[in-house]
Structure formats: C-alpha cells, structure tokens
Nanobody, 123 residues
C-alpha cells in the first residue's frame, strides 16, 4: 500500500501563489507516475498535472499550463504542485495520486489517492 498526504492548501487572493505538497509513505516507488487532480463542489474531478517516475515527462491541463508546475523529489518521496497566478476558477479540493503504470491523464489509471487539500482563491 501507498499512503499519500497532501498539504499546503489555503486561502489566497487572485494572482497569488501556493505550493502544494504530497508526501508518500508505505510501499513507495520512484517509478510511479504521480498526478494532481482537483474537484470543485458539484463538478467532476478533473486532471491538473502529471509527471513520470523520474520527473522527465510532464503534462498539464490547458487551463493551468504556464501557471502551475509539477515536480518531484524522489529522495524524500514528495511531489509538489507550484501554483502561480491563481484564479478564482482554481478553487477546488486538490488531490494527489500515484500510478503504478506510466504517466496518465485518466483518473482510473491511478491506484492511490490522498484525502485532498482545499484551495480557495478569492477575487
């Protein structure tokens, strides 16, 4: 089993920045692809960003490209999501997830999920 715990969420004004962290424990592997997803109330959980096991390949949703950056520190079993130029539409619960396969944009490819951290962006 892999346990994932997100942190770093909070309240921020539009245009501000936050850095989310996802700490992994248990049977972790540097070969796991990692992803970030988000879900606003009443909406479907959507893809935000993903990175391959070594961090060499990254993908971003078009809505966050150029503003968000995913990175990982495999030595410390941590993945990050740097969020800049935040907009009110970024408000959601953000989840990190681990994929024992290859990097993916699809929710069902991820085997392990954190409990989420709330990000609220005010206008």
């Amino acid at each position: 089993q892999v346990q994932l715990v997100e942190s770093g969420g909070g309240l921020v004004q539009a245009g501000g920045s936050l850095r989310l962290s996802c700490a992994a424990s248990g049977r972790t592997s540097s070969s796991y692809a990692m992803g970030w997803f988000r879900q606003a109330p009443g909406k479907e959980r959507e893809f935000v960003a993903a990175t391959s096991g070594n961090g060499g390949v990254t993908y971003y949703a078009g809505s966050v490209k150029g503003r968000f950056t995913i990175s990982r520190d495999n030595a410390n079993n941590t993945v990050y999501l740097q969020m800049n130029s935040l907009k009110p539409e970024d408000t959601a619960v953000y989840y990190c997830a681990a994929n024992s396969g290859t990097v993916s944009l699809r929710r069902y490819e991820y085997s392990y999920w954190g409990q989420g951290t709330q990000v609220t962006v005010s206008s």
